[in-house]
């Protein structure tokens, strides 16, 4: 089973729809057995920085989180759930979980496109991901695939963390982190069948290492 | 690289679509589910569901497709029409919408926008402008007035003026219809789409005239839109979604062809 991080920050119901077309097992939840239990969490999220660390601190689930995570559980961050575990957040400097070294900035407004126009603030669409080295999420995902985002800031991670990187003004981390602990700032559950794909690759990492 | 997006536009009144769709063959002519599906896996970008369901109590029909849309596409997709209050706007995205899309009720009470931001993020909040083109004057200087009600009630306020204001009360979106362009498959209002994509910093939709895959490429490229709706010419089968963004593609438009 996979664990839906529940700390009340934007709609989880999203992913958990993604898992089910997939035929993953999952469930919602901030039960401390349960993430315990689980072969693998995924650590969603839409929303600003600061509540979503207010609600994580004041139910405790930093710690949690932090232990689990130390105990080699895999785990997938997405969105703010990616922007989050890096040291801090712009966002009205918010100190963030400290996972991995590293800040999340806002899009510059003066950043401009391809054809010389202000780029949109948010980023939202369809947008690229070159990957920097190989990632076991992508295996069999078409190296063309578009993914959707939607968000203002961006990771920001020490550059030994960095494995794929999106286009939008500028060149920024779109996919960041190591082997079973990942982050992603696209929604995978939104992203088609290339999304899908992502999700499974992770299932399938998380089945095998509960199995080695 | 952010891609152009190709938006099809779904009208469901009553659960239904009110239009059928004529090239869909061995699926039920009608289901909003179904066609929505279909659309999925032809490569469209998002999806917009507009209601058109005149009273309340049908309201619960609504919520229902929205649930198994959301089961069975893994897109974004929003939905509009009679969303009035906060609480149409929570029952709507918990039902599984990306977004939701404010018109009429927003023109008669803005601060329904900050108050939908506020609760659940500029990201899911659309705009829906329904604009008609009038003599420029000291009220609307533009020369494009915001109408309400399908377009048949003007309402004296500036479309670019509306536009920034939307905006500034949090709109992560707007989907600007032209009420003139709207029907005549002679293409978008290129002239309205540009003037106020220059003027907001937000996505601009391009809704109205689509007639031609190259009407398309004007909205993106002279019309400066993040986006562009369509629905007749792919609702009877003229065009596909597919050769649509084939066409963008040539005619040098970043658009998502893997799907």
């Avoid at chain 1, 998380?206 to 080695?212: G, T, V, W």
């Avoid at chain 2, 494009?144 to 399908?150: C, S, T």
Wanted: charged share 20%; glycine share 10%.
């Amino acid at each position: 089973m996979i664990a839906i991080l529940n700390y009340r920050a934007g709609n989880l119901t999203s992913v958990k729809r993604a898992l089910d077309h997939e035929n993953i097992p999952s469930q919602i939840t901030d039960e401390p057995g349960v993430l315990k239990q689980a072969l693998g969490i995924i650590f969603p999220g839409v929303g600003a920085a600061g509540s979503a660390m207010r609600n994580l601190q004041t139910s405790r689930l930093d710690h949690v989180l932090k232990a689990l995570i130390a105990s080699g559980k895999p785990m997938l961050g997405i969105c703010l759930g990616c922007q989050i575990i890096l040291t801090e957040s712009m966002e009205n400097s918010t100190q963030t979980l400290d996972i991995f070294p590293g800040i999340s900035r806002r899009f510059d407004p003066d950043l401009r496109d391809e054809a010389g126009n202000p780029i949109n603030i948010p980023h939202m669409g369809w947008n690229s991901v070159f990957l920097h080295r190989e990632c076991v999420l992508f295996r069999n995902v078409p190296e063309n695939a578009e993914f959707y985002f939607v968000h203002s800031f961006y990771p920001d991670p020490d550059p030994a963390y960095v494995m794929g990187t999106t286009h939008y003004g500028l060149d920024f981390c779109s996919v960041f982190g190591r082997q079973g602990l990942w982050a992603l700032q696209f929604h995978p559950e939104k992203s088609g069948r290339p999304g899908l794909k992502i999700l499974n690759n992770f299932y399938r990492y998380c089945l095998e290492q509960s199995h080695a | 690289m952010l891609s152009k997006r190709v938006i099809p536009c779904l009208d469901v009144r009553d659960g239904k679509l009110t239009k059928g769709v004529k090239f869909l063959g061995n699926v039920e002519i009608g289901d909003p589910v179904e066609t929505a599906k279909l659309y999925y896996e032809e490569g469209a970008d998002e999806i917009v569901f507009y209601d058109i369901t005149a009273s309340s109590e049908d309201r619960g029909i609504l919520l229902r497709v929205v649930e198994k849309v959301a089961e069975t596409i893994f897109i974004p997709f929003s939905v509009g029409g009679g969303i009035a209050s906060l609480e149409d706007m929570r029952s709507v995205l918990l039902a599984g919408a990306e977004k939701v899309s404010v018109n009429s009720a927003a023109v008669k009470n803005p601060h329904i926008i900050a108050q939908g931001a506020e609760a659940f993020g500029s990201q899911c909040m659309v705009v829906g402008m329904d604009v008609l083109r009038v003599d420029k004057s000291q009220a609307v200087p533009s020369g494009y007035e915001i109408v309400i009600h399908g377009g048949r009630k003007r309402m004296g306020l500036d479309a670019l003026k509306w536009a920034q204001e939307v905006e500034s009360l949090g709109a992560g979106e707007i989907c600007l219809n032209s009420i003139d362009a709207d029907g005549t498959r002679e293409g978008y209002e290129l002239d309205l789409t540009g003037l106020i994509a220059r003027n907001v910093r937000i996505p601009v939709i391009a809704s109205g005239g689509a007639g031609s895959p190259e009407h398309m490429v004007q909205a993106v490229t002279a019309g400066r839109a993040s986006a562009a709706l369509i629905a007749s010419i792919v609702h009877y089968g003229e065009y596909t979604i597919a050769g649509i963004k084939e066409y963008m593609h040539h005619a040098g438009v970043k658009v998502r062809r893997t799907w």
